[in-house]
């Protein structure tokens, strides 16, 4: 399967800025780096980009490197913004599948625990004990499929978490041993 050149210039672009602590490298910055910086870039970042961004970003592409002037700046940063774009959709098409999987996970998980409820309400315990097992699981499915996916990103892992743990919890509940009748307290 043949890289989309976004992707390939995404990738590069993470290998250029990519150092062993995750902070940008950045080489020394050209002439027209730096003036079109200075030009762009206030304290405070008041045009939305501070100097110091604005040189990090540009210093890591070649490409603006060789500049001449602030119009070939401009090509490198819209380049640089379509590689971004390029590669937010990805993650957002990433998610979005991802989160449609939950979804199914979730909604099968809810008619088990109808189910549950319904055998619960019956005194039919080991039946309700065994869909509490089986929907359990189903928590962690969905965690693994966020992370597993290229995007790496898990906006549900608080509601992941909570729903594992109130389904294991009914599950320990409900294979609790049954009370003696026998020794039922009267009130």
Same mark, same amino acid.
């Given at each position: ?8 210039? *995404?990738?590069? *672009?993470?290998?250029?800025?990519? +150092?062993?602590?995750?902070? *940008?490298?950045? /080489? ?19 045009? /939305? ?6 040189? /990090? ?17 401009? *090509?490198?940063? +819209? ?7 390029t590669? +937010? ?22 008619? +088990? ?35 597993e /996916? ?5 906006p ?32």
């Open positions: 399967m043949a890289m989309h050149p976004q992707a390939a210039q *995404l990738l590069a *672009l993470i290998l250029l800025l990519s +150092t062993g602590d995750g902070i *940008l490298a950045v /080489g020394t910055p050209s002439t027209i780096i730096t003036r079109t910086c200075a030009a762009v870039g206030r304290s405070g970042g008041q045009l /939305g980009y501070e100097y110091d961004s604005c040189v /990090g970003a540009l210093s890591a592409d070649p490409a603006a490197a060789a500049a001449k002037d602030a119009g070939q700046l401009a *090509l490198v940063a +819209t380049n640089l913004t379509v590689a971004n774009v590669s +937010t959709v990805l993650v957002l098409d990433d998610l979005v599948k991802n989160l449609r999987d939950c979804l199914r996970y979730y909604r099968d998980m809810n008619k +088990t625990l109808d189910a549950a409820l319904g055998d619960l309400r019956a005194g039919r315990v080991e039946a309700a004990s065994n869909k509490l097992s089986d929907a359990s699981g189903v928590p962690d499915s969905c965690d693994i499929q966020l992370f /996916g290229s995007a790496k990103k898990n549900m892992r608080k509601e992941n978490t909570d729903a594992d743990l109130l389904s294991r919890l009914a599950y320990a509940i409900a294979t609790l041993p049954a009370p003696d009748p026998r020794h039922r307290r009267q009130v």
